[in-house]
């Protein structure tokens, strides 16, 4: 179980990564006006650093299901069925 939510996280790590570098790229001191009202974006360290978090997470859980299940089957059982 700890074999596949490790590698879950670890996957998620790159697009976690990259999405952070694509926000501060793209949206980082750009204006945005929407129904009028206009507002500065910022991307600060600290938010980048929340986004990886909160990507990490989602990684955790989308690893979840996938963990359980391969922890109820045998070894054995699993190694046959491949």
Same mark, same amino acid.
Do not use: Y
């Given at each position: 179980? !700890?074999?596949?939510? &490790?590698? %879950?996280?670890?996957? &998620? ?6 999405? !952070? ?9 750009? %204006? !945005? ?7 500065? #974006?910022?991307?600060?360290?600290? #938010? %980048?650093?929340?986004? $990886? $978090?909160? !990507? ?16 109820? $089957?045998?070894?054995?059982? %699993?190694?046959?069925?491949?």
């Amino acid at each position: 179980m !700890a074999a596949t939510l &490790s590698e %879950a996280i670890l996957l &998620s790590v790159p697009g976690a990564l990259i999405g !952070a570098a694509l926000a501060w790229l793209l949206f980082n001191g750009r %204006a !945005a006006s929407p129904f009028g009202f206009e507002f500065h #974006l910022a991307v600060s360290p600290s #938010l %980048a650093l929340l986004g $990886i $978090i909160w !990507a990490l997470c989602m990684g955790l859980i989308g690893g979840l299901m996938p963990a359980i299940r391969s922890a109820r $089957i045998p070894v054995s059982e %699993a190694l046959r069925a491949t």
